[in-house]
Each structure stands twice: as structure tokens, then as C-alpha cells.
């Protein structure tokens, strides 16, 4: 899995033609600075007015995200070379991170010939138009147990798409507003840090003037299209609302700035109860910067452990080229973020498509991309392929995964969002189908499943009530469950009754070991499980004796 960064992580995509492995897309003068405090930007700027005896016109452009004192800032390349500013900044004692600032890009591949119209085989592969049965998400099996829109607490599920456009008339759509904003007063109602943010944010103009276009209005629609409403297409999610962010000129500043927006909504809701701001579960980006690596990136890439702080887990689109991130690297998905999910594209025949990027440490999963059937401006439908389009059905399937948790569970993911936010992941990567072609080639070895990761939560939300491995039970006392890694087996400790059964089972509810202790006298009874041969992975514990039944407890087998 993928390394943490103690403050934040990266983010990386790349595209489909493999030029270079060096990037010449950053931006002439521009420089993105992680400072100490919002006080320092004078002082900052003060301070880099000359570079080795070079007078260098160094000035901010602009305040990128108050919360985590990050600006942007200009100098003048004529007089100093980008490499000698960018590492002067670096060692000034007032700096935590610094990079260029670099210009993204949409990830659509065009449409291949050799694709013909699926017809929504994404959600529902039945061997349609030369598909392969079952190459799909199981999406209506997962709509058997939910459609989502509300968490068991009553949380509006949020997802957060940041992209280049959005039509917000598109009947299909259903697009998160602000209540809590006064349009056009020019006054920060909430105090989330945005002025008239009424229908979401645009970066570039620093208002809501969110305008039309084809390629986040289709993302919109595999997220979150309204289901079972007689028109268009059906998303992941039926009920979901939507978070319109425009990314301006994708540049690394703007992603900050996209990203922050996010962050700073959900952040409120969990100051504010739920009263103020969003319920911010996931983010889309199905954008990104071929073959760059996180190393120049970090503030990019340092977003998704920001994001994940607050209980956001982000959707990652990799690269629309047949290349290994692990080696050539990706913006966003070489980003080494626990938070971050990466995601690579397969198609109606279950095969990884060949346009797409690979990397066993660097991408989690893969997920249907091409030719997705999904809303587009004006109230029309289309087909489009890439990475882009494979994405929001992971965005949409965390969302909907936090439709159907328990309410204790919720509970648990408000006090410990980011704790909670990795279990999600975790049991999404966890129930992934299977696939020979992603094999080695992912982190999971898998393609999204839909109804299995749903059904991973259910189960947990049925069955678990604590978090640790020890636990008080009316029936058995006390119970806990310790290793003995040299014997590589278990001890279970609990009051015994006569002929107790000891009951594994896994995260989809199905019954893994069973040991039947035999002690004929009540008192503290310990028990010795042997889990050589068990897979590693996630296991729930209960016991049984006749009709006495225990709480459970949850191992880890590593």
C-alpha cells in the first residue's frame, strides 16, 4: 500500500502519449509556497527580493488557501534562472513546501471504433454488443440494498467533483447548493472562507459562476445521475448531491484552490454539526499531468492527506497512456496518500484498456471507462472513454457506501474522520472482483465491484460495535483475542459455557472457521485458533453456546 506523509501527501496524472519523462509544463515565474503562518507572506516575500546578488521582483499573486498558508507567488525568469528560485525558496527557514506551478489537463481518450455503444454496460454487463457477462460494477444488486442520497444520521452525502465545467441545468443532475449563502450580497454568510459561493466555486474568477461543458457534466452523471426517474441515464448514486468545482487553467495553483474548497466545507460541517458547510465524503479528478513525479508536485500531491483529515477520500483518474506510474510517474496518482484512490480504465470485455497507465504500488484498482453512456449539456447523452470516465464510479461508490453504515458507525467516522475515511477505502479495495489483466499490474489486483463493497459495510454496520479486540459481553464476560505470532494462531479469552462455538467470518458475512470448545465447566476459558492457511484480511469473531450469543470482535490477519 501506499506511504503517508506525517503532514500531508502528493497527487500525479499523466496522458496518453509518452514523450518525456520531463516536464516543460510549468508555468514561467510561478511558484507555489507552503509557509509556517498566513503572517509570514510579507516578511516571506521580503525576504527573497534578491537571490545570490540577483534582484529577482519576487511578489505574491495570490492567497491560494488561508487555512493551510498557502500563496502563490511571482518572479521575474529573465533575471534568474527557475531551478536556483526554486531552491532558494525551498531553504528559506519560513517555508514548508514549495513547488512550480504546472498546467493539467482533461484525461479523455478519444473514442476507439473498435467500441460500439454500451448502453450503460458499466452498471449492468450482460455480454450486450460483444461484452463479456458480468465485466461490470454489479450496480443493481448494489441499488437492491441502497440508492443513497442519506447517511443513517441524516447527512446529506456530498461527492465533490472538480473539473472544467458543469451545465447546472442538466434535468438528470441534482448539484449541492449552499443554504447557508446569501447570493450576491457580497458577504462571507457561513464564515467557510468564500464570498456568494451559492452554486459551488469557480477558481479562476473566485466566484460561483459556474459555466457549461461536456467533460464534468459526464462525470457528473456516472457519479450521481438520478436513478428511476423515467429519463436519460442512472448514476452510482440516485440520490447523491453534487459539488460543482471549476478548476480554472488546471494549474497546480488552481488545484490548491479547488481542492481547499472541498476541505473547508467539509471541515465546517464537522465544526458545526452538520449546521453549516458540506458533507463532503469523496472527491473526482479525472485530470491530471502525464509522466510527472510527486517529488515536484508536492503540494499538489500533499492536498489528499489534507482532504483525508476531514473524512475526504479522493478518486484519482491515472493516465490515458499504456505506461508503469510506478517507474514513469502520474499527477495525481503516483501522490503516495492513503487517502488518495488511483484508477485505471477497463472495458465491456473486463480487460484493462490498453491506453491506460499501470503500477502495482501505484494504482489501487481499475473500474469501467470505456464508452460510458452519461449525461452531457442541454439535457442530451453520450458516450466518452478514458481514465476520466472510469473514475466517478469509485467517487460515487464511496458515497454510497456511507449511505447505507450504521448510525454508530457514522458516529464513529464524525469523532474519527480520517481513521474511518481508511476502513472505507480499505473495504472497497478489499471487495474488488478479481481480474487476470489487473493482476500484478494494481494495488488490488481488481476491478470495482459495487454490491460487494456496499455489502462490506452493511455487514460491518450489522455486526461490529467496537473497534478494539477486547470487548465486555453479557453472555461471555469479558472477551479479548491476542496473537501468539510465533505459533502464528490466536487466543480467544472469555467466561466458557458448555460447547461454545468460536465463529469466523468475513467482511461479506460468510462464515470462514468454526472451533468448537468442549469444556464441560463455566470460569475463564482460553482458546487457541490456528490461522495458518487463513488469507490475510479483515475478520469479524463472535461466539455462540446454544442460545447465547456473543458481541464481536474484529482481527487483522497480516
Known amino acids: 500500500m501506499k506511504k503517508t506523509y506525517i503532514l500531508f501527501t502528493c497527487f500525479i496524472l499523466f496522458t496518453c502519449n509518452i514523450i518525456s519523462a520531463q516536464q516543460t509544463n510549468n508555468i514561467p515565474g510561478d511558484i507555489i509556497v507552503m509557509l509556517h503562518s498566513n503572517n509570514e507572506v510579507d516578511e516571506f516575500v521580503a525576504s527573497m527580493q534578491t537571490v545570490g546578488g540577483i534582484?529577482?521582483?519576487?511578489?505574491?499573486?495570490?492567497?491560494?488557501?488561508?487555512?493551510?498558508?498557502?500563496?502563490?507567488f511571482k518572479f521575474d525568469i529573465a533575471t534568474i534562472n527557475e531551478n536556483i528560485m526554486l531552491n532558494a525558496v525551498k531553504r528559506n527557514p519560513l517555508v514548508l513546501l514549495a513547488q512550480f506551478n504546472f498546467t493539467a489537463k482533461e484525461r479523455i481518450a478519444p473514442n476507439d471504433p473498435n467500441y460500439t455503444n454500451g448502453n450503460m454496460w458499466d452498471m449492468n454487463n450482460t455480454g450486450q454488443n460483444s461484452g463479456v457477462n458480468?465485466?461490470?460494477?454489479?450496480?443493481?444488486?448494489?441499488?437492491?440494498?441502497?440508492t443513497g442520497g442519506l447517511t443513517a444520521q441524516g447527512d446529506t452525502i456530498v461527492v465533490a467533483v472538480v473539473d472544467g465545467g458543469f451545465d447546472l441545468t442538466q434535468q438528470d443532475l441534482n448539484f449541492w447548493k449552499n443554504r447557508n449563502e446569501i447570493p450576491g450580497n457580497g458577504i462571507d454568510d457561513d464564515g467557510n472562507g468564500y464570498i456568494d459561493d451559492v452554486k459551488g466555486w469557480d477558481v479562476a474568477t473566485s466566484t460561483d459562476n459556474i459555466i457549461s461543458a461536456s467533460h464534468g457534466t459526464h462525470v457528473c452523471g456516472t457519479v450521481g445521475a438520478r436513478g428511476n426517474n423515467g429519463i436519460g441515464v442512472t448514476g452510482v448514486n440516485w440520490n447523491v448531491r453534487i459539488m460543482p468545482i471549476m478548476y480554472g487553467s488546471a494549474q497546480d495553483a488552481d488545484v490548491v484552490v479547488a481542492y481547499s474548497y472541498a476541505m473547508d466545507n467539509r471541515r465546517l460541517y464537522n465544526q458545526t454539526n452538520g449546521q453549516k458547510g458540506a458533507f463532503v465524503v469523496s472527491t473526482n479528478s479525472s485530470f491530471g499531468i502525464d509522466l510527472a513525479q510527486a517529488s515536484t508536485h508536492p503540494l499538489w500531491c500533499a492536498m489528499y492527506?489534507?482532504?483525508?483529515?476531514?473524512?475526504?477520500?479522493?478518486?484519482c483518474a491515472t493516465a490515458n497512456a499504456n505506461y508503469n506510474v510506478d517507474t514513469q510517474g502520474d499527477i495525481p496518482t503516483a501522490c503516495a496518500s492513503n487517502w488518495m484512490i488511483s484508477v485505471t480504465n477497463t472495458t465491456r470485455t473486463d480487460a484493462k484498456n490498453s491506453s491506460c497507465g499501470y503500477g502495482l504500488t501505484t494504482i489501487d484498482l481499475g473500474a469501467p471507462g470505456t464508452t460510458i453512456t452519461s449525461s452531457l449539456p442541454g439535457?442530451?447523452?453520450?458516450?466518452?472513454?478514458?481514465?476520466?470516465?472510469?473514475?466517478?464510479?469509485?467517487?460515487?461508490?464511496?458515497?454510497l457506501m456511507y449511505s447505507v453504515q450504521c448510525?454508530?458507525?457514522?458516529?464513529n467516522y464524525k469523532t474519527n474522520p480520517g481513521a474511518?475515511?481508511?476502513?472505507?477505502?480499505d473495504s472497497l479495495l478489499n471487495a474488488t472482483d478479481p481480474n487476470l489483466d489487473l493482476n500484478n499490474i494494481t494495488v488490488s489486483g481488481g476491478r470495482l465491484n459495487l454490491f460487494k463493497s456496499v455489502k462490506s459495510i452493511q455487514n460491518y454496520c450489522a455486526t461490529v460495535d467496537v473497534s478494539d479486540i477486547e470487548t465486555k459481553d453479557s453472555n461471555f464476560g469479558i472477551m479479548n483475542i491476542y496473537p501468539n505470532p510465533t505459533e502464528n494462531s490466536l487466543t480467544v479469552v472469555y467466561n466458557s459455557y458448555q460447547n461454545v462455538e468460536i465463529i469466523f467470518t468475513d467482511?461479506?458475512?460468510?462464515?470462514?472457521?468454526?472451533?468448537?470448545?468442549?469444556?464441560?465447566?463455566?470460569?475463564?476459558?482460553?482458546?487457541?485458533?490456528?490461522?495458518?492457511g487463513m488469507a490475510k484480511g479483515i475478520y469479524f469473531v463472535s461466539l455462540r453456546s446454544q442460545d447465547k450469543i456473543s458481541n464481536v470482535m474484529k482481527v487483522t490477519i497480516q
Not at 59 to 70: A, E, W, Y
Not at 305 to 315: E, H, N, P, R
Not at 407 to 411: G, K, L, M, R
Not at 511 to 523: C, F, L, M, R, V
Open 507 to 532: 467482511l461479506l458475512g460468510q462464515q470462514i472457521k468454526k472451533i468448537t470448545d468442549h469444556a464441560n465447566t463455566k470460569g475463564i476459558q482460553h482458546s487457541y485458533i490456528d490461522v495458518n
Open 420 to 425: 474511518v475515511a481508511l476502513m472505507v477505502k
Open 379 to 399: 439535457n442530451t447523452y453520450g458516450t466518452m472513454s478514458g481514465t476520466s470516465m472510469a473514475t466517478p464510479h469509485v467517487a460515487g461508490c464511496v458515497a
Open 134 to 146: 458480468d465485466a461490470d460494477i454489479d450496480a443493481p444488486e448494489a441499488w437492491d440494498i441502497t
Open 55 to 72: 534582484k529577482t521582483s519576487f511578489k505574491t499573486t495570490r492567497i491560494l488557501s488561508q487555512s493551510m498558508h498557502i500563496a502563490l
Open 407 to 411: 448510525s454508530q458507525f457514522i458516529a
Open 305 to 315: 492527506d489534507s482532504l483525508g483529515s476531514v473524512g475526504i477520500l479522493s478518486a
